[in-house]
C-alpha cells in the first residue's frame, strides 16, 4: 500500500464512531483551522532553520492537516481526498500553459504574467472585484502587501517611492494627533493607516514586509538574548538596570553579535 493510501486509512480510522479517537472524532472544520495555520508556520520555521529533518517532519503534518479537513468533508457529502488532488492537478495545468498547452516558452517573468491574468479570468467567474481572492485569514502584513499589489496592477498606485514616503509622514502626523487626543479608536485607526502606508513601501522597495518583519523581530529576540547572557556573566539582569545603562548594555550585545 502507498504511503498516502495508508494515511487516509489511518484518518478514516480515527475518525470512526467506535473504535476512533474521541478527539479527533469531536473536531470539525473551525477546531481545526488553528492547528492547519500553525503547522503551516513551522513548515515555514523548518525552511529558515534550513533543517532539512524537521521540514520532512513538518510537511507531514501539513499533509495530515489536509487530509483531516478532506475527510471531514468526505463524511459531510461535500467533497473528498480525490476531489482535492484532482482540483489542484487541473489549476496548476490550467495556469502553466506554457507547460501543458499551446503557449510557447517563457521567462519567468512572462510565466509571472500569465499566472496574473488567467487568476484574473478565474476570479470573473465570481467576485469581479480586483481584491476578490485575497483571504481573510492572512497575516495582516501579508494581506496588506497583496491588496497594494492588486491594486497596483489596476493602475492604483503612488507614482513613486516619494510619494508613498509622504503618505507614511501624513499619517505618523494623524497618529500623533490622534494620540494628542487620547482618542483610543482614532489612535487605532490611524496607527492601522501608517502600517499600511509602510507596507506599501516595502512593496515598492520589493522587500516582503513579512519576511522583513521577521527577520527583525529574530534579529531583536538575538540580540536581547545576548544582553541578558552577558548581565547575567556580570551579575546583573535587566531589571537592576537603569535606562542609560541599558542602552549601553544593548549597544554592546549589539557589537558582541551584530
Not at 509622504?166 to 487626543?181: M, V, Y
Not at 521577521?214 to 529576540?221: D, I, P, S
Request: hydrophobic residues 45%.
Amino acid at each position: 500500500m502507498r504511503s498516502i493510501e495508508k494515511l487516509l486509512e489511518v484518518m478514516a480510522q480515527l475518525r470512526e464512531p467506535r473504535g476512533g479517537c474521541p478527539w479527533d472524532r469531536e473536531q470539525d472544520f473551525h477546531s481545526i483551522a488553528p492547528y492547519t495555520l500553525e503547522e503551516a508556520y513551522e513548515v515555514a520555521d523548518a525552511i529558515a532553520r534550513n533543517d532539512m529533518a524537521g521540514l520532512r517532519d513538518e510537511l507531514g503534518d501539513l499533509l495530515f492537516q489536509v487530509v483531516f479537513h478532506a475527510r471531514m468533508a468526505e463524511e459531510a457529502g461535500h467533497f473528498d481526498f480525490e476531489a482535492v488532488a484532482a482540483a489542484i492537478v487541473a489549476k496548476m495545468v490550467r495556469r502553466h500553459p506554457h507547460v501543458f498547452g499551446t503557449a510557447g516558452a517563457c521567462d519567468a517573468a512572462a510565466v509571472h504574467a500569465h499566472w496574473e491574468r488567467i487568476k484574473a479570468e478565474e476570479r470573473r467567474d465570481g467576485d469581479a472585484s480586483a481584491m476578490a481572492g485575497i483571504t481573510q485569514a492572512l497575516p495582516a502584513l501579508r494581506r496588506a502587501q497583496k491588496l497594494g499589489k492588486r491594486a497596483a496592477a489596476q493602475g492604483f498606485d503612488w507614482d513613486s517611492r516619494a510619494g508613498v514616503r509622504d503618505k507614511i509622514r501624513e499619517e505618523l502626523d494623524e497618529l500623533e494627533l490622534a494620540a494628542g487626543l487620547r482618542d483610543a479608536r482614532r489612535m487605532r485607526e490611524e496607527f492601522g493607516d501608517l502600517l499600511f502606508a509602510v507596507v506599501n513601501l516595502g512593496r515598492h522597495l520589493e522587500v516582503d514586509a513579512e519576511q522583513a518583519l521577521a527577520a527583525a523581530n529574530a534579529k531583536f529576540e538575538r540580540r536581547y538574548r545576548e544582553m541578558e547572557r552577558a548581565l547575567a556573566e556580570a551579575g546583573q539582569s535587566v531589571d537592576d538596570l537603569n535606562h542609560e545603562s541599558l542602552d549601553q548594555a544593548w549597544r554592546a550585545a549589539k557589537r558582541a553579535i551584530g
